[in-house]
């Protein structure tokens, strides 16, 4: 029995070893790829000596802290509304659901989006938007929050990894995009130290 004990227990181990390599990796995979679409003239959203100057983003070091399982619950009867963005203008979202996690043993709420528009879209149907807001804003990272992608969760639980928090394109270029801005029920009162950092060194 012991022996089967044993055994168990470092299976459980090279299970977590797999899985926070995996997440690791992902981290990485998101990295790359954020950097290859900006250095894409075709993609970017950078132009003139912004882009030509671009070589990577800042990045706060992969720390899977802040890659939290939250408690999901789905917004019953959802009324559209519009979301202010930077340009002043409005885009028309939904409540999706509201997801409730923990970090350093503090608990938090954020609500969850769905863009009317990205509905229609057969690719981006099942596409989720989470804006937020942290201590780290203005600071470390963009004033104005910062944005993440998500998919429809399956149940009652969705995956939140801070790691993959970006900085909306109206961080690098205010002239030619325009960027829902963050709910005031989406602002953290902690550091979020993950995802893209900022240099606020472009014209916007």
Not at 103 to 111: F, Q, R, S, V
Request: hydrophobic letters at 35%; charged letters at 25%.
């Amino acid at each position: 029995m012991k022996k089967i004990s044993f055994l168990f227990v470092i299976f459980s181990l090279f299970l977590n070893a797999q899985t926070k390599k995996e997440n690791l990796n992902a981290i990485k995979k998101f990295q790359k790829e954020l950097n290859a679409e900006y250095l894409n003239p075709k993609e970017s959203p950078l132009r003139g000596d912004n882009l030509t100057k671009f070589k990577k983003h800042p990045f706060f070091p992969a720390n899977l802290k802040y890659r939290v399982t939250a408690n999901f619950v789905k917004t019953e009867n959802p009324v559209p509304f519009e979301l202010p963005t930077s340009s002043g203008k409005f885009k028309q979202y939904q409540e999706y659901g509201k997801a409730d996690f923990e970090i350093d043993g503090k608990k938090y709420t954020l609500t969850i989006y769905q863009s009317l528009d990205l509905m229609k879209i057969e690719q981006y149907k099942d596409h989720l938007f989470l804006p937020f807001r942290d201590e780290t804003n203005g600071k470390e990272t963009y004033g104005g929050g910062k944005y993440m992608d998500l998919k429809i969760p399956n149940g009652n639980m969705i995956v939140l990894d801070f790691n993959l928090s970006y900085q909306p394109y109206c961080a690098y270029n205010a002239f030619d995009y325009n960027c829902p801005i963050v709910p005031e029920e989406n602002k953290l009162p902690v550091r979020i130290e993950a995802g893209v950092m900022y240099e606020d060194v472009y014209h916007h």
